[in-house]
């Protein structure tokens, strides 16, 4: 059996922050971030916006494209490390997407790499699953979790959401061809968010009725990054996982139309197109606008590159995602 890519969306908040805006309130230039990061803008969520309409915005111009209706998706891959609920993000999105079957959807975290996950995710769910329409997106807020105050990290981030129909179809016309998944765990220390609880107790009193329970007080850590520990995992990580996909594919590096990384930094993106010998003008990057949007920004850049005519019906993307845990992989599918 197989999967093809059958529609996707995006959708970003309105509120843009240049990075004019950032050095007056941190100690930074738009020198500085765009020579060492390429990001020049980005987006950030106010007021009533929130995650989970960014979510059901992207997802509802996929299931558009696609001319899927909501209620015969079967399954949501919600990929997001942002939730606005600790519970999981997807069962509202799916309320409000109004899908009536009841499909199940639920929450897939694994930070920047979390859309390469879903995707792969997919693609399992419709070969042994049975599955036929399943939505995959991805999406965050990071920015809810910056120290505003730490230039070394507030600069990177923004907000966004993308999503992306996965459709089960013939084998002939499978449009994910080979992948790549890793985790080493003993790298979160390089890049975390922790939650922190302080200690509870719970205890009965000595005649055995009385109940003296203090509840943990519990607080998420602002985004803690080693920046130069991740450049180099990543620049030694992402090639080889590409290689390894294209092995896995049976394909050569010529047989890719196009080269997409999770943006997180451009000089990242030059790196390994650099080391992989690919040529620069079929590299897709969009980071100058939107920052380091996580879970968000495979599907974000690509939705931009399907729209404006860029990615055309039929050409092959290798995609490789990275992040915190540290996770990582690689992709090669199909437009
Ligand atoms: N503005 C001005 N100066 C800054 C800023 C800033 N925003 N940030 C750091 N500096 C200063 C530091 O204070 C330091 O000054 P000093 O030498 O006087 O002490 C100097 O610049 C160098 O600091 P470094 O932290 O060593 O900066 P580096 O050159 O490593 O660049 C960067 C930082 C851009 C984050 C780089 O390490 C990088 O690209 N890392 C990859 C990590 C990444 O992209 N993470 C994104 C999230 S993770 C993900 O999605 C995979």
Same mark, same amino acid.
């Given at each position: ?109 694994? *930070? @920047?790499?979390?859309?390469?996950? +879903? /995707?792969?995710?997919?693609?399992? %769910?419709?070969? &042994?699953? =049975? ?36 459709? *089960? @179809?013939?084998?002939?016309?499978? +449009? /994910?061809?080979?992948?790549?998944? %890793?985790?080493? &765990?003993? =790298? ?148």
């Amino acid at each position: 059996k197989g999967c093809k890519l059958v529609g996707c969306g995006s959708a970003v908040p309105n509120n843009q922050f240049s990075n004019d805006d950032l050095a007056k309130i941190v100690d930074t230039s738009d020198e500085w971030i765009s020579s060492r990061t390429g990001i020049r803008n980005r987006r950030i969520v106010t007021g009533k916006e929130n995650l989970t309409g960014l979510a059901v915005e992207a997802a509802q111009k996929a299931l558009e494209m696609a001319e899927v209706k909501a209620d015969e998706v079967d399954l949501i891959l919600f990929c997001s490390s942002t939730p606005d609920d600790l519970f999981g993000g997807a069962p509202e999105v799916q309320k409000i997407l109004g899908c009536k079957r009841n499909p199940p959807a639920f929450d897939i975290r694994a *930070a @920047c790499s979390g859309f390469l996950l +879903g /995707l792969v995710s997919a693609s399992c %769910h419709i070969r &042994g699953g =049975g599955f036929k329409n399943v939505l995959v997106i991805g999406a965050d807020c990071v920015t809810r979790y910056v120290d505003w105050t730490d230039k070394k990290t507030c600069v990177l981030f923004g907000d966004a959401a993308g999503a992306i129909l996965v459709q *089960a @179809c013939d084998s002939e016309e499978d +449009g /994910l061809f080979g992948f790549d998944l %890793h985790t080493d &765990g003993s =790298g979160s220390r390089y890049l975390n968010a922790g939650i922190k609880h302080s200690e509870t107790s719970f205890a009965l009193g000595s005649n055995g009725s009385d109940l003296g329970f203090s509840p943990s007080d519990t607080s998420i850590s602002h985004i803690q990054m080693n920046g130069q520990e991740v450049f180099r995992f990543v620049v030694k990580a992402v090639p080889e996982s590409i290689t390894t996909s294209l092995t896995n594919a049976g394909l050569r590096l010529s047989d890719i139309d196009w080269l997409l990384l999770h943006q997180a930094n451009q000089r990242i993106i030059d790196h390994v197109a650099t080391k992989l010998e690919f040529p620069m003008d079929r590299v897709i990057s969009n980071l100058a606008n939107y920052g380091n949007t996580s879970a968000a920004s495979i599907p974000l850049a690509l939705d931009e590159a399907v729209r404006s005519g860029k990615v055309k019906e039929g050409q092959t993307i290798m995609t490789a995602g990275f992040g915190a845990g540290l996770t990582w992989g690689s992709a090669i599918v199909r437009w």
